[in-house]
């Protein structure tokens, strides 16, 4: 298959993390005999101090020319110290949502065996915790109209959704359900908003088609909490925007750390992949950040083009890595020697040498990556 990626490397941690998705993409097109083209633009802060633009024209011009996006991160402290900035790094990736079409939000948290240990929660709590959510992305009090009084005493945010906007996005999370355990849980706030009255009558339309999935709705606060108390308890979430981003973020805490949870965002034409976590600048180019996520993302990216056996091996080449605790300090604080290229690198052995890599990792320790 060919395939022309646009890659977006973004801030901080960004272009670090990304390269290691490239790395292991590349391994995958040299064994599967694929062809992909990888081209590189800015975003982000990155992109306001070149361009003055969070989103230039250009790169909005590559990614609509191009089959994918892989996206790094966006976020700098310059900014985010700054509320008198008019210029934004976040603005870029939302614009760029927004531009794209890209209305859902998917991302897994999955509890891998070999970390149960490493999560704050009980290890027979967060056991066998196996969860997809279905964020719907360009919609909702993001997006809404913003005002501030002219004395800057007074600010609203509008929350707005339509029947298209929901319905959109609950027919990809019912399709999921039927492929997993055949459950969709709403998380609204109904009892108070109208926005999640709207949501909720319309899924229940919607649940209709899906006569083998069933439907059951939580309130926020509620979901809040059940996701530490009994994470297994969902398969698939459905939720609008706010509330994704928050409950997302707190299902990450679950697996052991942020940096191991990837996630696609979708339309009806274009779809970007990316690590969920933010940009980390206290961490760039310090070899520390957990690649896992972005190369997970790159795995979504050919699951996107229905290349299952390559996404696979890459899944099966995370899951190696951390068994031999071949992992960045904020999951492997004994051994604090690998580097976030020595991740990517051992990834990349698995994906060319799946039988041999496990005798390979104390070099890939010492940042060597020939097979024995």
Request: hydrophobic share 40%.
């Amino acid at each position: 298959m060919k395939l022309n990626i646009a890659i977006l490397p973004g801030d901080g941690i960004g272009p670090e993390v990304t390269n290691q998705a490239i790395k292991a993409l590349k391994a995958i097109a040299s064994e599967f005999n694929h062809n992909f083209k990888f081209t590189t633009a800015d975003v982000g802060a990155v992109a306001i101090d070149k361009h003055n633009d969070a989103l230039p024209e250009k790169t909005l011009e590559l990614c609509k020319k191009s089959d994918a996006i892989l996206f790094g991160a966006i976020g700098d402290p310059k900014y985010d110290n700054d509320p008198s900035a008019k210029v934004r790094p976040e603005q870029g990736l939302l614009k760029l949502r927004k531009e794209l079409g890209l209305y859902a939000n998917i991302r897994p948290v999955k509890a891998y065996k070999t970390l149960l240990d490493k999560s704050p929660l009980k290890k027979h709590i967060i056991q066998g915790t196996d969860i997809s959510i279905y964020r719907e992305l360009t919609g909702g009090i993001y997006f809404g109209e913003k005002h501030t009084s002219e004395d800057g005493d007074y600010a609203s945010d509008l929350c707005g959704y339509s029947r298209e906007e929901i319905e959109r996005i609950a027919h990809l999370a019912f399709v999921a359900a039927e492929n997993r355990s055949h459950k969709v849980t709403l998380v609204d706030k109904a009892n108070v908003l109208e926005t999640s009255r709207l949501w909720r009558r319309v899924v229940k339309e919607v649940a209709q088609q899906y006569p083998d999935v069933t439907l059951d709705f939580l309130f926020v606060d509620n979901a809040a909490m059940q996701m530490i108390l009994n994470p297994k308890q969902f398969d698939v979430i459905l939720t609008e925007n706010m509330f994704g981003d928050i409950i997302s973020d707190e299902a990450s805490v679950i697996g052991g750390s942020i940096g191991l949870l990837a996630s696609a965002s979708v339309g009806d034409k274009y779809a970007m992949f990316e690590p969920i976590h933010g940009s980390y600048p206290q961490a760039a180019n310090k070899g520390i950040a957990n690649p896992i996520a972005s190369i997970l993302s790159a795995a979504m990216l050919l699951s996107h083009f229905e290349l299952h056996n390559e996404a696979e091996l890459i899944r099966l080449a995370v899951e190696k890595s951390l068994k031999l605790n071949i992992t960045t300090p904020d999951i492997n604080s004994v051994v604090n020697t690998v580097t976030t290229s020595n991740v990517g690198d051992f990834i990349e052995d698995f994906i060319y040498n799946p039988k041999d890599t496990n005798l390979n990792f104390k070099n890939i320790h010492l940042g060597q990556s020939t097979i024995i």
